[in-house]
């Protein structure tokens, strides 16, 4: 049996493949970074970068689906389906997490041991959504993360308050009001890019990061959500191609092109954000005449995307645990011992991610959007 396209249960509008496709290359470069991000050296050092690419992707998709829907939509229908929409792999994420966790011995990055009943309350919080502070005895891996489980979801998280934040105020404001926001939010995601010296931020509350990572989920949902309703197609062709492209090149670009100073890192970060991906979102939108082929592949890598941006990361933590630390958190083993872990441990991503879709996902999606009979 075929897989049903994933957006077949978002709405009944016309789809953009091509950026389905663009979010399937995205969570692929994610991959790419998570695999080497503990090493001296990555073919990808930016590829953090892909989520604030997913975050301007969701703020235009979004603000297209259901900016001229609230006349026959309640904001509890809007929640309920993102609610189906996400959560349902979220949940699979947190369970993976705790499996991979016990079976790598149930211990910190120190080697501490952790209690199960610790291990209990940090799968109950994830798959609340509900992220952890500094110093909570639920981080069971002792890293600072606020879903110790599945790292990857502090981007959920505040994908979850963005959508809240449409529901409730962003998609009441007039379109120059929601324009000026997306200036100061820029601004502020100027600031903390050159502060911090890159965007690779967010992913733990520790030293003002809730606050980092808000910001930096809401320059790229507002200027997406903008230019779904100022969007106007241009004349492009291979679109796809050319987009995924500077994806994967922006991630590519070595740390040491942008100079030593952190400053310019930051910069470099911010310009990708503010500038790069909402143009290539644009792009991706434009192109309406597209060719088969690269129909069927954006489906594809569309249709994967979420699932393998939700259940990747556990494994990366056995892979890790395999690695090994020592004090500093500095690895053990060195990339040349590991590289056949290294390779196959994505390919084996992939095919996790198509099952959770084909047989998890799907399924319980296509369920739960059906429609309620009252027993009489």
């Not at 993102?82 to 211990?107: D, E, K, N, W």
């Not at 050159?194 to 949902?221: C, K, T």
């Not at 790069?276 to 060719?291: D, I, K, M, N, T």
Request: aromatic share 14%.
């Amino acid at each position: 049996m075929a897989v049903a396209p994933a957006a077949a249960f978002l709405d009944t509008k016309p789809h953009y493949d091509i950026l389905d496709g663009l979010r399937g290359v995205a969570a692929l470069v994610v991959i790419l970074y998570h695999v080497f991000e503990c090493f001296d050296w990555s073919p990808a050092p930016h590829g953090y970068l892909a989520v604030d690419f997913f975050f301007v992707l969701s703020g235009f998709v979004i603000g297209y689906a259901y900016d001229n829907r609230w006349h026959s939509m309640s904001t509890m229908t809007f929640f309920r389906r993102r609610l189906i929409r996400l959560h349902p792999m979220v949940i699979m994420g947190a369970v993976l997490g705790a499996l991979t966790f016990l079976l790598q011995g149930s211990v910190r990055w120190d080697g501490t041991h952790v209690a199960f009943r610790m291990v209990m309350v940090a799968l109950l919080l994830n798959m609340f959504m509900l992220p952890l502070g500094p110093g909570a005895r639920a981080d069971v891996r002792g890293n600072g993360e606020m879903f110790p489980l599945n790292g990857p979801n502090w981007s959920l998280f505040f994908e979850y308050i963005g959508n809240i934040l449409y529901a409730l105020l962003l998609r009441r404001l007039p379109t120059k009001a929601l324009a000026a926001v997306a200036v100061v939010t820029g601004a502020l995601l100027m600031g903390v890019a050159v502060h911090d010296g890159y965007l690779g931020v967010g992913w733990s509350m520790v030293d003002g990061g809730f606050w980092s990572g808000l910001v930096r989920m809401l320059f790229p949902y507002t200027v997406g959500m903008l230019m779904a309703r100022v969007f106007r197609p241009v004349r492009i062709r291979g679109a796809f191609w050319l987009c995924g492209a500077v994806i994967v090149l922006v991630a590519l670009l070595p740390a040491g092109v942008t100079g030593s100073a952190p400053w310019a890192c930051g910069v470099y970060d911010a310009l990708c954000v503010i500038v790069v991906f909402p143009l290539l979102v644009w792009l991706g939108a434009s192109e309406l005449q597209v060719r088969p082929v690269t129909r069927r592949v954006s489906r594809l890598l569309g249709d994967l995307s979420y699932p393998l941006y939700a259940v990747h990361y556990p494994f990366m933590y056995l892979f890790y645990a395999l690695i090994g630390f020592d004090g500093d958190l500095v690895p053990i083993a060195k990339l040349r011992e590991v590289w056949p872990q290294a390779l196959i441990l994505p390919v084996g991503c992939i095919l996790l991610a198509w099952l959770c879709l084909k047989f998890y996902d799907l399924p319980l999606r296509r369920r739960l959007h059906a429609p309620r009979v009252e027993n009489r």
